[in-house]
Structure formats: C-alpha cells, structure tokens
C-alpha cells in the first residue's frame, strides 16, 4: 500500500452479463479457433512499470487452495467492463487481440460506440471469421483502469470475452492457469484476481 491510499473503486455497475449459453461453433468455427489468431497486429504504448525496482510477483501453494489439483481448467474471470459486470472473461494469453461478443455489446448497450473495423481472425486451420467493427472500453481491475480496444464477434462462443496479450501486457499482468489466479503490479502493491468460483 502506498502512502495508506486506497485503490479508486469502479463506478457502480448498471448490469451483469452472464453465462451465454449456446452452441460452441458456429459455420464449423470453434471458439479455440475463433481466439487463436495469426493475422491480426495489435500495438500499444509500452506501459511504464510500477512494480518497484526488486519487488517481484511470487505464486505459491497458498495460491492453489481449495483447488483440485492437478487440473487442467482455464482461466476464466469476472471483470468490470465500461459499466457492466462481465462474467465468463476467459484470460488466453496464446490471443494477440482482445474479442468481446456483439451479443455482449448489445446487453451492455453500448452498440453507438463500436466503430467499422473490417478484419479475418484466421485460425491455425487457416479457417477464419469476419470481424466487422470494434469497440473501447474501461476494464476496471483491482483500482487499475484501461481503455481496452476490443474486436467485436458476432458468434456463439464459451465466453462472453476472450482478454488476450494486448491487454496482459498493458497491466503488466502475470496469469497463472496452475493457481487460478491473475496477479500484477499497482500503485498499491500487488493486486489479484481470482478465478470465477473462488472469487464467488
């Protein structure tokens, strides 16, 4: 904790976005493929680091209580979007973009703030979806707050989101699909966030 502050709280949320149920491929597209993507660039500002010189971000057994382990689950979080609580947030840092569902995006009403974007997501099948616009918006983790571009899916997939490295490496992030468990620096020490079940 620095100088006894108190990370900002998030702004209360209108909404929560829940479980989408439905079918995990869609034109023969799974959602493993739909998050792996090879021609997609993204660039962002390297962000400067406020983990203290020396101070370094450890995991340990403790972090791995009340889990059955071995496992071999995903990471799969709650996170403050814009002003909805978001569910079903899967951590995949094998994904060079960040995806949010256009269903998502309608839920949240927040449709008037996507923007054209026409983009192929290709698979390591060299199957691919068309993603026609995206969209910015606050990620609220633990006191640390983002702009997050987000590429928006019409699809049925697993997760209401898909975070990828764009967003891992701007917060610095460090996951752990082992412990559950996201960890990364703030002005306050290290904040974390666990996996869905725990954190409930």
Request: hydrophobic share 40%; net charge negative.
């Amino acid at each position: 904790m620095k100088n006894g502050e108190e990370p900002p709280k998030p702004p209360t949320p209108k909404r929560t976005v829940n479980v989408i149920i439905g079918c995990e491929e869609v034109n023969g597209v799974t959602y493993t493929i739909i998050k792996r993507t090879t021609k997609i660039s993204v660039t962002h500002e390297k962000q400067i680091r406020q983990v203290l010189e020396g101070e370094s971000i450890p995991f340990d057994v403790e972090d791995a209580d009340d889990l059955f382990i071995p496992h071999n689950n995903a990471l799969v979080i709650s996170l403050r979007v814009h002003d909805t609580n978001i569910k079903q947030v899967l951590i995949d840092p094998d994904s060079s973009i960040n995806i949010i569902l256009l269903r998502v995006v309608n839920q949240m009403q927040s449709i008037d703030r996507m923007i054209p974007k026409a983009r192929s997501l290709s698979g390591f099948d060299n199957s691919s979806v068309i993603i026609k616009e995206e969209i910015t918006l606050s990620t609220f983790a633990k006191g640390v707050v983002k702009d997050t571009k987000f590429q928006v899916v019409d699809a049925d997939i697993a997760y209401n989101i898909i975070i990828g490295r764009p967003w891992i490496h701007d917060t610095d992030d460090v996951p752990s699909t082992l412990h559950q468990v996201i960890k990364f620096p703030s002005h306050w020490g290290i904040r974390q966030i666990m996996e869905d079940q725990r954190a409930a």
